[in-house]
């Protein structure tokens, strides 16, 4: 498995492990457009994908433009082998090389997702959205992680 950034050709395969999570499900996948993903990716900030024999197993994509994480999503199938930490670790270490603007993002409360933030450092400051849990992560707390 490999992590290398994501580039345009990569949109359609990222669609389909966004539509494949069984967690943090969109409502309508239509809300998230090709063109979305390549404004994220191009313009806002950067994306790493998750490769295995030329199918994309997971994604992460984050934004400088509005310093939060856009996405961070693996393929049910690629859960759990470490390669979302990889994912994590990657971009995370690019936005920090590029700012040192505090950075959040938000995901639902008691999902795997919530669980995996917490154990990377993230820390909890409010609500967000439709109850999602809102966290920070700031350059200082990146750099000293253990």
């Excluded at 199918?55 to 470490?82: H, R």
Aim: net charge negative.
């Amino acid at each position: 498995m490999i992590v290398r950034e994501a580039q345009i050709e990569d949109i359609p395969q990222i669609q389909m492990v966004r539509n494949s999570v069984k967690e943090n499900m969109l409502s309508d996948p239509a809300l998230v457009t090709d063109k979305d993903v390549e404004d994220y990716i191009i313009n806002r900030g950067k994306g790493w994908v998750s490769e295995l024999d030329s199918v994309i197993t997971g994604f992460a994509i984050v934004s400088v433009t509005d310093n939060n994480v856009w996405a961070l999503f693996m393929n049910p199938d690629y859960e759990a082998k470490g390669v979302g930490k990889k994912l994590h670790d990657e971009m995370m270490n690019w936005y920090f090389s590029q700012t040192d603007k505090t950075i959040w993002l938000s995901t639902s409360p008691g999902t795997r997702a919530d669980t995996f933030y917490r154990k990377a450092g993230w820390k909890e400051i409010g609500v967000y959205g439709k109850g999602e849990t809102k966290f920070e992560m700031t350059i200082d707390d990146w750099n000293s992680r253990g």
